[in-house]
């Protein structure tokens, strides 16, 4: 079914009078989609479209990412699919290029008329294809991301963030580091806009938990070198590290630090297991690794240990971080879909807005204020590892309002206020 | 930018060592893979965008190969054979049809063999970034007066002083260096007296891949292996060439080290510029000398 | 004196390749350059050109001092030269490797907008050009498929294009069968109406029949200068030239 | 310790290059010649109102990249200049339009012009820096420079850092009647400018620079020889190619209402060099040719397999080795 584009004038036409979503206080008026009419309607399939990196530096999280996919739309179908209509699931490659994730993303609407969007992409690609859905007026749900000034800046009310804020997964770490390791933290963090963004949050939140930030090192972000960041933690005497890398550089700190012999524990801002992988098993038995994180596969709600096991039988692997970010940010988007009457994209935006519930990992729910979801947190450690396989523990649950900042917070901050 | 509000504490004796010591051993790493590139265009004017990926290559074959035995030398070995070959394979097959072509044919046509080295890289061993585990006896670190230097970059760096100063006496040296160096002079020359001068191309080519391999399997310990790993160091490489002197050998190691340095001390005092600074001192060298600190005037410029 | 050089050195890194060689050029005259292989003719071309700069000593110009003047600079002046390897636009054709110089010449080398067809004196002067210097190829016909004789006349003929004071001939019958040398000869004489000439050559007989005055070259330095008889009876060049084969 | 490196082999200042034996004027009768390229875009216009929705999206990237490659031929293919970073035009180009439209909320006339006044200063500052030097260190410095260019940007506020700079609108125009947030209209918009990019190309190379910049490609010591100043003429043609890079660029950010430092990276300098010589360097319209072959290659092997640029690299190979004329410049050879 080839969906026409509709003049921008028509979309603008058609939302201004829709009493759905006013937009004021918003800097430029460019807050409503334009651009070609908004996906959904017509015949009686629900069509999800999700552009992911299958290719490039980050393909080694693709396979955690289409399996979940794949898991739920099957899952969905199982259960009668949405709004008793048959979900049908597209993926398509970002190539980790913007050009060609905000191009796919705009063949998804165009070609396959998807009636939502949605995205696990890195910073370079997000911003475009978030864009994309608020032009086209495609609801649009980011689950990787966690740069905070996506959604706010672009009062774009199509776009939905489910992954936690840097800030909010600082709250849950330095609580966490504070009271199990001590005061004295060391902070090491990628010197680029979300490196920044991540080490001002963590400074904020351990001084709020008590603790004193001892020292701070920088690196660029594809940085392969830390000897002489290693020397300064090694003056520094932390109590333990907040660290804030994700990719390669994981790996090569990991490394430097266990050959120098350091032991100090490390709290990860963020730590997707193929990548830590990276730094080989044996890292894992001399030096403590955290990280607040918002799934992991040890989280015991009943649903979770049966999407892990059938994850795992499926797939020969528990699943990883990205799996479970996949699969229940898109089921909350789809569970909110199906309590809507009908699958118009601002049916679709006032239903996801307001939506709570239960997915796998347990309590969820979207807030309407500022479109982010929130759930508990957890402090997860690597108990041990093999040659492709992290295994986690539980440390501590951090219920929702403890960390996540309150809606008068942060509408505060917004440039402009979604009712 | 604001500066972190504890530089100052930093700038003090240690930070002075720290710098200097992993400056060294990563500018080494430098001069190892620019002295490949500079050996196979100084003797044969060819510039091989390519050079990052066999330093890629020589990385994932020592990789494979320590997975296999676990032994560290086995590695070394299996790389350099992986770069030689691998380079000898390229000037055979894409390089030799374009001597008798314009120059900027041949870095166009490495162009194209990067992007296959580097797919040919993940499809075979795989996308995500491999850790290489450090050999026990070179890991650990040795106190020196109050400071503490890992002792893999020390071996780096007496390695890799000894693979450059051997590169550099095979050259001016040794009888088949001479041929060589002899062969780019006057072919004509050269293959009246018996020597088969293509079979010196290959070599010339071969040489300068294992060069970059060693390097890519000496810092694969410190830094991990990913396929992009050649695409980012080949930018540095061109700096180094561009700043020592393109074809010169004394200018590439003056220029590593000197680009090595630079970028750690950014590092530690100036983080937020870190990974500007050899490019601005690129830009500065060539204002002040296009053709670059050691090369040889006229070659390049007039 | 239209080209005076004095005490003009050149050494590369210990080579000294032209040393101290003082050279004075006649308004309308023909003075060869001669010696045997390395004397350092074609760097001294290279130094009067402005190809290398000199490491010492003075280069003057109609008086005026253009030792360490550009190039293009020295073109300008009227210093126009040959290469001793042929030196054309292989790609382009004859007509446009000539047309080139006269663009330079009539000053369009700026004009961005106007088609060159639509330049008519170009075209003509071009023509010209081609006629006297006597250039019998296809002008349409691309210069790399022209014969080794038919190209020493392309570069000739892109020579005389810039209209110049000065030519500088770098071994002008290199190559050349024995009519075409013949040729050459003639129209070198022709040009030298118009324009006094310079030339390195090794052809003795061309050289005793066309040069005015003589510059023996040997190892860098000047070892006679005069009138072709003068140089011939010296015994010094003789020697110069071993074996005395040189009348 | 001496020196090792010697005079390379073949002499590197001789920049003689494969061109194409005739140019497609001298095998087609001079009228039709003339209206060619305008017959020519308004066919390709003509498909824009054809086309559905996502064909007409790759066509519009077609468009785009054949101009960038059109500008990047004049230096590449006729000036004989082998840029590696010519990224930092295209980049910059779209942050220009992008940070215009959103912050500034300018029509598009004005972003125009701002580009054209960058693209004059950034060829400038880049020339000036890298026009000292020839050949295959051209290369290498034009890369190390478009990479600064990246790094910066990876790191500016203003440019959005890592997560770019989007815009939710495409700017306003003059002519009432034209809605640049209608793709046709946008598809229209470039099909323009690229015919305006060809002809104004194919003018400066039939008049007197244009023959100075082949003298330059050919043998730019006997050009030197002349009298002519090349240094100066090289950056004039750095120059131009550099101003309608910046406007691809331009076009390119408002196509995807995005601007990111990836724009500004080594790739999109190798794409556009894939491009010029799988269509032809020297042809100037060759680049449509190679624009749409990788375009298209990537559009049908991309969900085939992710290693769809190993067969890039294998085609781009086979080309440089086989073909260095290119697409266009092998068909039109009279051999």
Not at chain 1, 102 to 112: G, H, K, T, V
Not at chain 1, 161 to 182: C, E, H, I, N, Y
Request: with cysteine.
């Amino acid at each position: 079914m080839v969906r026409e584009g509709l003049s921008r004038r028509d979309v603008l036409a058609a939302t201004g009078t829709g009493a759905v979503v006013g937009l004021a206080g918003c800097s430029s008026d460019s807050g409503n989609g334009n651009g070609n009419g908004g996906g959904g309607g017509g015949d009686d399939v629900f069509r999800v479209g999700l552009v992911a990196f299958q290719s490039g530096p980050y393909s080694a999280f693709a396979p955690d990412i289409q399996d979940a996919f794949e898991m739920l739309i099957d899952d969905w179908n199982d259960m009668g699919g949405v709004q008793g209509m048959e979900v049908e699931g597209f993926n398509r490659d970002s190539e980790a290029a913007p050009e060609t994730a905000i191009q796919r993303a705009q063949e998804l609407i165009d070609s396959e008329g998807v009636d939502m969007l949605a995205t696990f992409l890195s910073t370079d690609e997000d911003g475009g294809v978030m864009n994309v859905g608020g032009r086209n007026g495609v609801p649009t749900v980011t689950c990787a991301t966690g740069a905070r000034l996506l959604v706010d800046e672009q009062c774009n009310p199509y776009s939905f963030r489910a992954p936690t804020s840097t800030l909010t997964k600082a709250k849950a770490g330095a609580a966490g580091g504070v009271d199990l390791f001590g005061e004295e933290v060391f902070q090491l963090n990628p010197d680029y806009s979300w490196g920044h963004e991540i080490q001002e949050d963590w400074e904020r939140t351990i001084e709020e938990a008590g603790g004193t930030v001892v020292d701070q090192g920088w690196a660029e972000l594809g940085a392969s070198d830390f000897s002489t960041h290693v020397g300064a933690i090694q003056d520094a005497d932390p109590d333990w590290i907040q660290f804030g890398f994700a990719g390669s550089g994981a790996v090569a700190f990991m490394t430097e630090a266990q050959q120098t012999g350091i032991d100090i524990p490390q709290f990860h801002h963020v730590a997707y297991e193929p990548t830590i992988l990276g730094a080989g098993s044996s890292v894992f038995d001399e030096t403590r690794v955290y990280t607040p994180t918002e799934y992991t596969y040890d989280i015991d709600t009943e649903a979770n240990q049966d999407f892990v096991d059938r994850f795992e039988s499926e797939t020969g692997r528990l699943p990883g971080l990205a799996a479970g970010q996949a699969y229940r940010h898109i089921e909350a988007a789809l569970r909110a879909a199906d309590g809507a009457d009908g699958t118009g994209p601002d049916t679709l935006v006032s239903a996801i807005r307001e939506w709570s519930g239960e997915v796998i990992s347990g309590e969820y729910n979207m807030r309407s204020c500022d479109h982010q979801a929130s759930y508990p947190m957890y402090i997860a450690e690597v108990d041990s590892a093999d040659d492709d396989q992290i295994y986690w523990s539980v440390e501590e649950t951090i219920p929702a309002d403890e960390v996540l900042a309150s809606c008068d917070e942060v509408t505060g901050r917004m440039e402009c206020s979604v009712e | 930018m604001v500066l972190p509000h504890n530089t100052l504490l930093q700038i003090s004796v240690d930070g002075i060592v720290q710098g200097l010591y992993s400056g060294i051993s990563f500018g080494m790493i430098l001069v190892l893979t620019a002295a490949g590139l500079t050996l196979i265009f100084g003797l044969m004017g060819v510039v091989n965008f390519a050079h990052g990926e066999l330093y890629a290559a020589g990385a994932y074959a020592g990789f494979v190969l320590f997975g296999v035995t676990g032994n560290f030398a086995v590695a070394v070995v299996a790389a350099v054979i992986a770069g030689f070959a691998i380079g000898a394979i390229m000037e055979v097959s894409i390089i030799r049809p374009l001597y008798d072509r314009e120059p900027l044919y041949q870095l166009a046509v490495t162009f194209g063999a990067a992007i296959i080295l580097i797919e040919l890289i993940e499809v075979i061993i795989g996308p995500q970034s491999q850790p290489f585990p450090i050999p026990d006896l070179l890991s650990g670190s040795i106190a020196v007066a109050g400071y503490t230097f890992g002792t893999y970059r020390i071996f780096l760096i007496v390695a890799g002083g000894i693979l450059v100063t051997a590169l550099w006496l095979f050259l001016t040296k040794s009888k088949y260096g001479l041929i060589i160096r002899a062969a780019i002079f006057d072919t004509e020359m050269v293959e009246s007296m018996g020597y088969d001068v293509n079979r010196a191309y290959t070599f010339i080519f071969g040489l300068g891949a294992a060069y970059a391999a060693i390097a890519g399997v000496l810092v694969a310990p410190l830094f991990g292996l990913f396929p992009e790993m050649g695409a980012e160091i080949i930018i540095l490489i061109f700096v180094v060439v561009v700043v020592g002197g393109l074809g010169s050998f004394k200018g590439v190691i003056v220029a590593g080290l000197l680009i090595g340095i630079a970028q750690s001390f950014g590092q530690i005092y100036v983080p937020w510029a870190a990974e500007a600074i050899p490019f601005v001192l690129m830009v500065a060298v060539i204002l002040y000398r296009p053709q670059g600190l050691f090369g040889v005037e006229g070659v390049f410029t007039e | 004196m239209l080209l005076e050089t004095t005490d003009l050195t050149k050494r590369f890194d210990g080579l000294v390749a032209v040393d101290q060689v003082d050279l004075s050029v006649e308004k309308g005259e023909i003075q060869s350059i001669i010696g045997p292989n390395g004397a350092g003719k074609t760097t001294t071309f290279n130094l009067l050109t402005g190809m290398l700069s000199p490491s010492d000593g003075e280069i003057r110009f109609n008086g005026e001092d253009i030792t360490d003047e550009s190039s293009e600079k020295r073109v300008k002046r009227g210093i126009s030269r040959s290469f001793q390897i042929t030196n054309i636009f292989p790609e382009l054709t004859v007509r446009k490797n000539i047309r080139i110089a006269v663009q330079e010449e009539y000053g369009y080398g700026w004009n961005f907008w106007t088609k060159t067809e639509d330049i008519p004196e170009l075209e003509e002067r071009t023509l010209e050009i081609i006629d006297y210097v006597g250039i019998t190829a296809d002008p349409d016909a691309e210069a790399s498929t022209l014969s080794h004789g038919e190209k020493r006349l392309l570069e000739l003929a892109i020579v005389v294009a810039r209209d110049p004071e000065l030519i500088m001939l770098d071994e002008p019958a290199a190559g050349m069968s024995e009519e075409e040398t013949k040729e050459v000869v003639d129209l070198i004489h022709s040009l030298n109406e118009e324009y006094t000439i310079l030339l390195i050559e090794h052809d003795i007989d061309l050289i005793m029949e066309l040069s005015d005055t003589i510059t023996v070259l040997a190892n860098g330095a000047v070892i006679a200068q005069g009138t072709p008889e003068e140089v011939g009876s010296s015994d010094r060049v003789q020697e110069a030239y071993l074996g005395g084969e040189f009348v | 310790m001496t020196s090792i490196g010697l005079k390379p082999r073949l002499k590197a200042t001789q920049s003689r290059f494969v061109t194409v034996k005739t140019d497609i004027e001298e095998t087609l009768p001079p009228q039709v010649l003339q209206f060619l390229p305008v017959i020519a875009g308004v066919a390709l216009a003509a498909l824009g109102f054809v086309l559905p929705a996502h064909p007409l999206q790759v066509m519009t990237h077609i468009v785009i990249l054949a101009i960038f490659g059109v500008a990047y031929d004049l230096l590449f293919g006729y000036t004989g200049l082998l840029s590696f970073g010519h990224a930092a035009f295209f980049g910059t180009g779209a942050y220009v339009s992008i940070y215009l439209t959103t912050a500034m909320e300018w029509p598009l006339l004005a972003i125009l012009v701002v580009a054209i006044l960058a693209g004059v200063v950034l060829s400038l500052v880049i020339g000036i820096i890298s026009l000292r030097t020839h050949g295959v260190y051209f290369a290498m410095l034009t890369l190390a420079l478009a990479q600064l260019l990246y790094i910066i940007a990876y790191r500016l506020d203003v440019t959005g850092g890592a997560s770019g700079l989007p815009t939710f609108m495409r700017p306003e125009t003059i002519l009432p009647v034209v809605d640049l947030g209608n793709n046709v209209h946008f598809y229209l918009l470039c099909v323009a400018i690229l015919v305006i990019t060809y002809l104004v190309m194919k003018r400066i190379l039939s008049s007197p620079m244009g023959d100075v910049f082949r003298a330059i490609r050919e043998n730019e010591e006997r050009a030197q020889m002349i009298g002519y100043h090349t240094f100066r003429y090289k950056l004039a043609s750095l120059t131009i190619s550099g101003v309608f890079s910046v406007l691809a660029g331009s076009l390119f950010g408002l196509f995807l209402y995005f601007a990111s430092p990836r724009f500004l990276y080594w790739q999109m300098s190798g794409e556009v060099l894939l491009i010029t010589l799988f269509g032809g360097a020297g042809t100037l319209i060759g680049p449509f040719f190679g624009a749409t072959f990788i375009v298209l290659l990537e559009e049908f092997l991309s969900p085939v397999t992710d290693h769809w640029l190993l067969f890039v690299g294998i085609a781009f190979v086979f080309v440089v080795i086989l073909f260095p004329k290119g697409i266009v410049g092998t068909l039109t050879q009279e051999d």
